[in-house]
């Protein structure tokens, strides 16, 4: 099955500064790649997600980039602000009809320092 | 609240019980989810289901069982089978066929082996 790995697992970035995180993925087959927001005791929420046929998606402050050939794509959030301190996951899927089960890394702890 | 709700909040569980958590959507979404969360170890799938009367194993479904009578509903039944069950469940759902294929999750039951 698909392997999804984060790096790094905590980052710790000053206000206003950006934060990039990576993730690896396994099985080139995967289509869909979203990203995971979870603040601490509440649910996970997509952020943004991209298609394989795209390889850059931006909205406002965070953009996600993914390199197919490599088998990685990275969440980044620019002008960093406290309320993005949050653990972020990323995911993989087939993202077909039929076949949309997520596999997701173990998560990346951000730390915003005002 | 989201559209997909779980029940109860928290839950105790004796040793040798069964237990069952509720998930109910009211999005229309074809496919719904069971996820684990543990300290440092990310989603796991434990079961999901594509449509009604179907369901398949996720990576970790020993202990655990579901059904999907419903399209809104899919319950998670952990057995005693279970040797540790405190942790986290989160329920997902995603409407998939019109190639939509973000999860929106549920705010999550969290188990206690008491």
């Known amino acids: 099955g698909e392997n999804v790995e984060q790096h790094p697992s905590t980052l710790s970035v000053q206000e206003g500064d950006s934060a990039v995180i990576k993730c690896t993925y396994s099985?080139?087959?995967?289509?869909?790649f979203p990203w995971y927001k979870q603040e601490l005791g509440k649910r996970p929420q997509l952020i943004i997600d991209?298609?394989?046929?795209?390889g850059e998606k931006k909205d406002q402050r965070i953009a996600v980039t993914l390199n197919k050939t490599a088998k990685h794509f990275s969440l980044h959030i620019t002008e960093t602000q406290p309320e993005d301190s949050a653990v972020y996951f990323c995911?993989?899927?087939?993202?077909?009809?039929?076949?949309?089960?997520?596999?997701f890394g173990k998560g990346n702890q951000v730390v915003v320092i005002p | 609240d989201g559209g997909i709700t779980q029940s109860p909040k928290y839950l105790f569980r004796k040793e040798g019980q069964n237990v069952t958590l509720s998930c109910e959507q009211n999005l229309n979404h074809d496919a719904m989810y069971w996820y684990r969360q543990d300290p440092g170890q990310g989603l796991r799938l434990i079961y999901y289901?594509?449509?009604?009367?179907?369901?398949q194993k996720g990576d970790i479904a020993e202990g655990y069982s579901v059904s999907r009578e419903k399209k809104e509903s899919f319950p998670l039944t952990v057995t005693s089978a279970q040797k540790n069950p405190t942790a986290f469940y989160l329920c997902?759902?995603?409407?998939?066929?019109?190639?939509?294929?973000?999860?929106?999750f549920g705010s999550g039951t969290r188990l206690t082996v008491v």
């Open positions: 995911a993989a899927s087939k993202g077909i009809w039929g076949n949309n089960r997520l596999a």
């Open positions: 991209i298609r394989s046929n795209v």
């Open positions: 289901s594509q449509i009604v009367n179907d369901f």
């Open positions: 997902a759902s995603s409407l998939t066929r019109t190639g939509n294929y973000g999860y929106t």
């Open positions: 099985d080139s087959a995967s289509n869909y």
